[in-house]
């Protein structure tokens, strides 16, 4: 059959999608881009936060319809939400014939075959006041009190390097996952109920996968988890991260090595060092930190406070100069004040960050901070982001125009949407997809396929992205070939 595949949410939730293709593509199945042509369509969902959600029912509905009017003859909804709201789904969705939660990414074949497992038992969606949601189109999966897996035994899957895959990202990029779950409990997440307990892969399954991954093509490894910094410490391998690190820095064919979702209470001067040491492992640190303010972390349950933060930043300074730092923060958490949130401010000016993402907060059943008053308004939630983002933007100009004139490696992405002589770029403190871009101009396109590695000079900005043009003239825009 034909089977065509919607992937939401984060990178860790595309490996599942990529794993769920290499397994149809190995049992038989054809895969296709045109959801219209295919007899089976998957939605692999996130549930991490109201506006997830949403995005994820919007989609399976709007699937659904390929039921009515396209050859589609089976729709299987899997990961986060199926997880999360599995008998909702069904009773509220009819459309969908399988459902598969985080942990059943191998019953993916089954499900193609035979509409997949039935669900346990069957509630309806309810609203906050105990009320039922009305069956339609706009359905949101809200309950009260009613989440995650009374429906079994949390997750304990996750796939290893024998397990075929199918990227689904361009060919000189990938991700690994070197673990799956979480041990934390933050308030605010859902995440180990959905996800499990935290569990490493062996080195040697992630070094055999990363060594396929080279002679696939791939330059650039990213690696995912949880929290990636905890590598290791549940099979009692402290210090696995770095010996890890060091490992891959050894596979012949890969350039660059980074890491993603690193906890700001897990990194050890081990992993700093490792860091330093290893040429291919990009220069660049992606921590979380979800608050400044004490007494916020401390509501949040972060095992972490201010000084230790800045502590940690200090070191990663000074170890690792040219690091690029990136950090994501949760504004409007239950009970935050205005001169918490002043706290906050004052911390993003003086750490000056080069990425920074805001959330609001959203008030997720199943979660400890649910049982909280969500007394912070929404139009205050959104003004504090406005705030904090604005602020960050002025961070990054002033950065921006310090940087003119440097001259820097790019990776090429491939070319830009603006015009055919432009092409997307990225610097070794720029992740794909979630950071901004450099835009690589007065160039050659059809001489710097996507996957080249160039040196360039950065001439400008353009909002957070930056301008840049090659230094080899052979590479320009009317250059002999």
């Not at 659904?64 to 009773?91: F, N, P, Q, S, W």
């Not at 890890?244 to 890491?259: D, F, K, P, Q």
């Not at 608050?291 to 200090?314: I, Q």
């Not at 930056?466 to 009317?478: D, T």
């Amino acid at each position: 059959m034909k089977i065509g595949m919607i992937s939401l949410g984060c990178p860790k939730n595309l490996v599942d999608s990529e794993v769920m293709l290499g397994l149809a593509q190995q049992a038989g199945h054809e895969l296709t881009r045109d959801a219209a042509a295919a007899d089976v369509l998957v939605v692999n969902t996130c549930a991490f936060i109201d506006r997830a959600k949403q995005e994820s029912i919007d989609t399976i509905l709007e699937i659904a319809e390929h039921k009515k009017t396209g050859a589609c003859r089976t729709l299987i909804v899997t990961g986060c939400l199926a997880e999360r709201y599995r008998a909702e789904l069904r009773e509220q969705i009819p459309e969908i014939d399988a459902l598969l939660g985080t942990g059943e990414v191998p019953s993916i074949v089954e499900a193609i075959g035979n509409g997949g497992p039935r669900p346990v038992r069957t509630l309806p969606l309810l609203r906050a006041n105990g009320e039922p949601v009305p069956v339609g189109r706009g359905v949101t999966p809200r309950q009260a009190g009613r989440t995650g897996p009374p429906y079994g035994a949390r997750p304990t899957y996750i796939y290893d390097s024998d397990t075929p895959r199918l990227l689904a990202t361009p060919r000189h990029y990938a991700y690994i996952k070197i673990a799956e779950g979480c041990d934390y409990a933050c308030a605010f997440c859902i995440i180990p109920t959905l996800r499990g307990a935290y569990r490493s892969r062996p080195l040697d399954s992630i070094l055999r996968e990363a060594e396929a991954l080279a002679a696939r093509g791939v330059k650039e490894l990213l690696l995912v988890s949880q929290d990636t910094s905890f590598y290791g410490v549940d099979r009692a391998e402290r210090g696995g991260l770095a010996r890890l690190l060091r490992a891959l820095n050894r596979v012949a064919g890969i350039e660059w090595i980074r890491m993603l979702y690193l906890y700001p209470t897990t990194i050890g001067d081990d992993v700093l060092e490792a860091m330093a040491e290893s040429e291919k492992v990009c220069q660049y640190i992606d921590l979380p930190l979800q608050h400044a303010s004490d007494a916020v972390l401390k509501r949040m349950k972060r095992p972490g406070t201010r000084v230790s933060y800045e502590r940690l930043l200090d070191r990663i300074r000074t170890r690792l100069p040219t690091s690029a730092l990136r950090t994501t923060f949760i504004v409007g958490f239950p009970g935050e004040t205005d001169s918490e949130f002043a706290e906050l401010q004052r911390f993003v000016e003086a750490v000056q960050f080069d990425h920074l993402g805001v959330f609001t907060y959203s008030h997720e059943e199943g979660t400890s901070a649910h049982r909280l008053q969500d007394d912070v308004p929404a139009t205050t939630k959104r003004q504090r982001r406005s705030r904090l983002m604005s602020l960050q933007r002025r961070i990054v100009a002033r950065a921006q125009r310090a940087r003119v004139g440097q001259q820097v490696r790019l990776l090429v992405d491939g070319p830009a949407a603006e015009h055919e002589l432009v092409l997307r770029a990225r610097t070794e403190g720029q992740a794909p997809e979630i950071d901004p871009l450099v835009y690589l101009t007065e160039c050659n396109p059809a001489e710097l396929p996507a996957g080249r590695f160039i040196e360039a000079e950065i001439v400008g900005s353009r909002g957070y992205d930056l301008l840049a043009r090659p230094l080899a003239p052979a590479l320009a825009v009317g250059a002999p070939v």
